[in-house]
């Protein structure tokens, strides 16, 4: 949840250098007061901004060790709304343009998960089910699995809390994207014929599919557009291409994606994969295309192609013009507030995750 507040119109009528030029004036004013946290699928204007780059995981645990009093979030509102669940009481969380959500995190809603959680625990009855949600998802399905001794993953340690939660229970009910949860169970050598996967569309009557008592990993239909677009056709033209190239794909790809791809791995782990690149090596990428682009740019020693151009609008809701507008408001506008008896039970579960990495 979050106060939304509109930005004049007079920022963004601001050529980009005069918006730069008046960001980096405004964050000398406010010295040590702000921090700038950006993901790597931010304009590149914004991550050379920001004063702490990651993937989801990283800013998470930047957030949480951020000593500015003012955090102002260059990402989407799962990404922040974790970060006001796990910053001080006395610090801000602000979010440049609120409307900035992510459509894979509203694929699962609280009703919906509370309901299935109780179906599967009849079904079920006798084994015992661990939740566990993407950090792509609302606070309120963190709180859920905070307080049902559930917890949070990343596409950077989910093999890891897939680990922990298997040695707490017999099935792990992972929420809401299919495909990072598909990757990880098949990494962790998940047996398919375990893997079901429940669609919020057909409502209660897949319980009583006779395979769901034997799952040992329940999959909630969700996926991201962004990754899903890629496929094995794109991963076998960059082949054709680029006979040499090092394809790597985020784990929100399809599984057949995956297994097509050299590597699979978080943004951070893309961005690990280029830098530690021999020179000369073509690097082939399927994720979100902002972070391509900004890799090509960053190791001109080395070739980085997409693997096709696939964007996300959320991500690029977040402007110059909102940043320098939430900058001069320090404080003020696009406050993410989470209702504290939910922030209570959602930081267990991210606090579960931060010390499992
Ligand atoms: P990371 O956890 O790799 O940063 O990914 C977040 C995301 O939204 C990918 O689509
Ligand atoms: Fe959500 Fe996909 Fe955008 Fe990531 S890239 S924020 S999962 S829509």
Redesign the pocket.
């Known amino acids: 949840m979050s106060s939304s507040s509109r930005m004049p119109s007079e920022y963004a009528r601001r050529a980009d250098s005069d918006l730069i030029d008046a960001i980096r004036k405004t964050k000398d004013r406010l010295g040590g007061e702000a921090a700038i946290l950006g993901h790597h699928?931010q304009r590149e204007a914004i991550v050379d901004l920001s004063d702490f780059v990651g993937d989801s995981f990283k800013l998470c645990r930047d957030a949480a060790q951020a000593a500015a009093r003012h955090i102002v979030f260059c990402g989407?509102r799962f990404m922040a709304e974790s970060a006001r669940v796990v910053a001080r009481p006395e610090q801000t969380v602000q979010h440049p343009d609120v409307s900035a959500g992510?459509?894979?995190?509203n694929m699962a809603f609280i009703v919906q998960v509370e309901e299935i959680w109780k179906v599967l625990a009849e079904r079920l009855a006798g084994r015992r089910i661990v939740p566990v949600t993407y950090m792509?998802s609302s606070v309120e399905l963190k709180a859920f699995c905070g307080r049902s001794g559930g917890v949070v993953c990343t596409s950077s340690n989910a093999s890891r809390v897939f680990d922990w939660a298997y040695s707490r229970g017999d099935v792990v009910f992972f929420f809401p994207d299919e495909h990072l949860g598909r990757n990880t169970g098949n990494a962790r050598g998940t047996d398919p014929a375990r893997i079901r996967v429940w669609d919020p569309m057909q409502g209660e009557a897949q319980a009583g599919d006779p395979s769901m008592a034997g799952a040992e990993l329940i999959l909630w239909k969700g996926f991201?557009?962004?990754?899903t677009f890629f496929t094995v056709d794109h991963v076998r033209r960059a082949r054709e291409a680029h006979p040499d190239a090092f394809v790597i794909v985020h784990p929100?790809c399809t599984e057949d994606v995956v297994r097509a791809a050299d590597a699979a791995g978080s943004t951070e782990a893309i961005v690990r994969a280029v830098s530690e690149a021999s020179p000369g090596a073509v690097i082939v990428i399927g994720t979100?295309t902002h972070l391509v682009s900004r890799l090509a740019n960053t190791h001109p020693d080395k070739t980085v192609l997409p693997l096709a151009r696939s964007v996300?609008p959320?991500?690029q809701r977040i402007t110059l013009a909102n940043l320098l507008w939430s900058l001069e408001n320090i404080g003020e506008y696009n406050i993410v507030e989470v209702e504290e008896e939910v922030a209570r039970d959602a930081r267990v579960a991210l606090e579960r995750m931060l010390q499992l990495a």
């Open positions: 699928y989407v992510c459509p894979m995190a792509n991201c557009h962004v990754h929100e979100e996300c959320n991500m």
